[in-house]
């Protein structure tokens, strides 16, 4: 089955810049989506379509896409962004929704 | 305001069906492009897309789920049900509804606050 891969863990400290990747065969074909999940919560979508945020989203939080690889920036991480981040993407017929395995952002 | 929430057993014993209630306001299932879609999250581990339902009732499901789940929407009552056959412990999941819009890029703009199933005898 289709998969998409993300580093399990990413580390920065307060005001540097943390970017967690995720990568998948059929990733030039499909749009990529980034949510965002705290503890106890439900995941809030923070990118669309690549590049896209939903309104009241930072603008610190910004996504951007190279071949296979697509990535989720966040520039001048703060504590409140500390939390476990998904890409979701299509399979490569864009019929079936697939979740990446997720990256933790821990802010030290 | 768009808003969704889950309803079901919370504890569920093996080989036994699951049946989850989805019950949705701020918007219709009879819009073009919207649907609404279920996706768990074991404790601990990564979501995992399960099922989405259309307007059009154009039904998707996970592949290596497929043969497990069904699917269904009640138009006139806002709600979508999914039903899961022969439970297992494995199975022990927060279960989350969510909406979409687009028809032609699948992804979810608002979920429900999910709901922990146990499987267990």
């Known amino acids: 089955s289709y998969e998409l891969t993300q580093p399990p863990s990413v580390s920065v400290s307060p005001g540097q810049t943390a970017r967690i990747t995720c990568s998948g065969d059929?990733?030039?074909?499909?749009?990529v989506y980034w949510y965002q999940q705290k503890p106890g919560q439900a995941p809030v979508l923070v990118t669309y379509?690549?590049?896209e945020r939903p309104s009241g989203i930072p603008e610190r939080l910004s996504g951007s896409r190279s071949g296979t690889t697509v990535t989720l920036t966040i520039s001048g991480v703060q504590a409140e962004d500390e939390a476990d981040y998904y890409c979701?993407?299509?399979?490569?017929?864009?019929?079936?929704?697939?979740f990446g395995g997720g990256t933790k952002l821990t802010v030290l | 305001q768009i808003t969704l929430k889950e309803s079901g057993p919370t504890l569920v014993e093996p080989t036994q069906t699951l049946t989850l209630t989805c019950t949705f306001s701020?918007?219709?299932?009879?819009?073009?492009?919207?649907?609404v879609g279920w996706i768990r999250q074991p404790p601990g581990k990564a979501l995992e897309w399960l099922a989405l339902?259309?307007?059009?009732?154009?039904?998707r499901y996970s592949p290596s789920l497929r043969s497990s789940l069904t699917i269904t929407k009640d138009t006139s009552k806002n709600q979508v049900v999914l039903t899961m056959t022969n439970m297992d412990p494995v199975d022990t999941a927060t279960y989350y509804c969510?909406?979409?819009?687009?028809?032609?890029?699948?992804?979810?703009?608002?979920w429900g606050q999910g709901t922990l199933v146990t499987v267990s005898s």
């Open positions: 969510a909406h979409t819009y687009d028809f032609f890029a699948l992804h979810f703009d608002y």
């Open positions: 379509k690549d590049t």
């Open positions: 059929a990733l030039p074909k499909q749009y």
């Open positions: 339902i259309y307007w059009n009732d154009d039904k």
């Open positions: 979701q993407s299509a399979d490569s017929s864009g019929t079936h929704v697939v």
């Open positions: 701020g918007f219709s299932l009879s819009t073009s492009g919207v649907g």
